[in-house]
């Protein structure tokens, strides 16, 4: 039971920050592109990606929170290690 939490938090973790990532980029370069471009409805419609990166962002935080309960020996590991 441990090991199939640990993977699917593991993996909702890993595609949570993947996304948040990918969206911040898109965000970020896009803005960039429209404020050079002088294009305002473009930039306007990369502000309304900002709920997706939020969401995202929040599953990444809140499974690696969970992976941290569900295998506490390898955390407590990864501190002492520091």
């Given at each position: 039971?441990?090991?199939?939490l640990t993977k699917i938090?593991?993996?909702?973790?890993?595609?949570?920050?993947?996304?948040?990532?990918?969206?911040?980029?898109?965000?970020?370069?896009?803005?960039?592109?429209?404020?050079?471009?002088?294009?305002?409805?473009?930039?306007?419609?990369l502000g309304t990606l900002?709920?997706?990166?939020?969401?995202?962002?929040?599953?990444?935080?809140?499974?690696?929170?969970?992976?941290?309960?569900?295998?506490?020996?390898?955390?407590?590991?990864?501190?002492?290690?520091?």
């Amino acid at each position: 039971m441990k090991k199939a939490l640990t993977k699917i938090f593991n993996v909702t973790f890993s595609l949570g920050l993947l996304s948040f990532l990918l969206t911040g980029m898109v965000m970020v370069f896009g803005q960039m592109f429209a404020v050079f471009s002088m294009n305002g409805p473009l930039s306007v419609f990369l502000g309304t990606l900002k709920h997706f990166a939020i969401r995202s962002a929040a599953v990444a935080g809140f499974s690696g929170f969970l992976l941290s309960y569900v295998n506490p020996k390898k955390a407590f590991k990864a501190k002492k290690a520091e």
